[in-house]
Structures are given as structure tokens and as C-alpha cells.
């Protein structure tokens, strides 16, 4: 079956300091990507996707590329704040039956410091 | 705003007594899920509905039922909660018409067992 691999945190940075959290995953199909943040005590929010090979999803400084090659989405973010502390889930999104039924990565903390 | 509601955002319950969660959303998507979240885990899909479609994960207790009377709203019943079930539960939703189309989560219910 599909499943997703992250790499385990937590991440501890310091602010303004580069970002990469791993995730690879394997699947039958060509699934979409995702990324989603959960901020404390809160459910999970869309942070970018990409639906297919090549394509780069942004939002808010960060980026991953859909990387078919290997099988990788790896989440970048040049410069980290404070706020950005959160926990990050990878997802793909794949078809199962009727539905698109996503398949998440455990999630990878991450802590920014001052 | 369209969005997913989530009530109660705390609810405690004793073993044994069944207890609901509610979810309701205003985005007229076909598909609702209802994930289990255990601290530092990824959410574990439970069940999901495809319109009146019924679709059960095969590792789901049958302690676990849900309800969806119309689209809007979806319930998420306990029969007879236990340590275990202690948790955050997630209900999300999603349009199922493609895998690009990201979910679209509430902010959750965080069930404390007594």
C-alpha cells in the first residue's frame, strides 16, 4: 500500500537558519503531494501541494518539488521564525475506491529559537 | 468563511459512558473523515463518508460509530470509551472529485477519559 516516510524530529533551529524536513513515499499511482502544518492545539492546515513530476508548490517561504525520480518532497525554507514553530506532515493523496483517501508521514516538529 | 467546526473542543467523559463529537461544515464537500490523533503521531483515519457512502477502516474497534444525517454535519459516537480512546479527533473534508484537492480539517476535539 501507499505510505509516507518523514524524517523524525523534533528540528530544533535557530531563527533565520535554513530548513529541510525529508519525506519520501511510495504509492502504485502518481498521487499529489502535500505538505500541512498543525500549530498547537489546532487541526491541520494546507502549506503548499504539488500534483505532479516537476512541479514546485510554495507558500510563505516555503517550497518542496515533486521529485519522481525519488520519490522524495522534501520541505525547504530558507529562513525560519519563531512562529513557524509547529509539526509538519508530508501526505499523498492517492485514489481508494470511490474516494481520495490521504495517506499521512508521522509528522516532524519543528522548534525555532530566538 | 467556509470552514469545518468542530464542537466540543474539550470534552471529558467517564469509562464507559458514550459520549458524541459533532462536525459540521459550511463548504458543501461530499466526503467528511474522522481521524484519531495521539500526541506526536499522525492521524489515523477511523472512517470516512463519500456522500451517504459508509466506508470503514478495517482496523477501526466497533467501539467506534459514526453518523452523517445530511452533508453538512457528521458525528462521531463512542459507545463505551476506554483509556486508550483518550485522543485528539480530527474531522475533515474534502470534495473527492480529484487527488489535487487538498482536505480542509477542523480544529479538533480533544476527548479526555476519566
Known amino acids: 500500500g501507499d505510505s509516507v516516510t518523514q524524517m523524525e524530529g523534533p528540528v530544533t533551529l535557530s531563527e533565520e537558519a535554513f530548513l529541510t524536513i525529508n519525506c519520501t513515499y511510495t504509492?502504485?499511482?502518481?498521487?499529489?503531494l502535500f505538505w500541512y502544518v498543525q500549530y498547537p492545539g489546532e487541526g491541520l492546515q494546507l502549506l503548499l501541494k504539488?500534483?505532479?513530476?516537476?512541479d514546485k508548490g510554495s507558500n510563505k517561504g516555503f517550497e518542496a518539488t515533486y521529485r519522481k525520480e525519488t520519490t522524495s518532497f522534501h520541505l525547504e525554507k530558507g529562513s525560519v521564525q519563531v512562529s513557524d514553530s509547529a509539526v509538519y506532515f508530508c501526505?499523498?493523496?492517492?485514489?481508494?475506491?470511490?474516494?481520495?483517501?490521504?495517506?499521512f508521514g508521522r509528522g516532524t516538529s519543528l522548534i525555532v529559537h530566538p | 468563511d467556509a470552514m469545518v467546526i468542530q464542537n466540543p473542543r474539550y470534552q471529558v467523559t467517564q469509562f464507559g459512558k458514550p459520549v458524541t463529537l459533532s462536525c459540521s461544515q459550511t463548504?458543501?464537500?461530499?466526503?467528511m473523515y474522522w481521524y484519531q490523533q495521539k500526541s506526536s503521531q499522525a492521524p489515523k483515519l477511523l472512517f470516512h463518508y463519500y456522500d451517504k457512502d459508509f466506508n470503514n477502516e478495517a482496523d477501526t474497534p466497533d467501539n467506534f460509530q459514526s453518523r452523517r444525517p445530511n452533508t453538512s454535519f457528521c458525528f462521531l459516537d463512542i459507545r463505551s470509551p476506554g483509556l486508550g480512546d483518550a485522543a485528539m479527533y480530527l474531522c475533515a473534508t474534502g470534495s473527492g472529485q480529484h487527488d489535487n484537492q487538498p482536505q480542509h480539517f477542523g480544529d479538533g476535539t480533544r476527548l479526555s477519559i476519566l
Open positions: 463548504l458543501n464537500h461530499n466526503v
Open positions: 504509492a502504485t499511482g502518481y498521487p499529489s
Open positions: 504539488a500534483t505532479k513530476a516537476d
Open positions: 501526505a499523498l493523496s492517492d485514489r481508494a475506491g470511490g474516494s481520495y483517501i490521504p495517506t
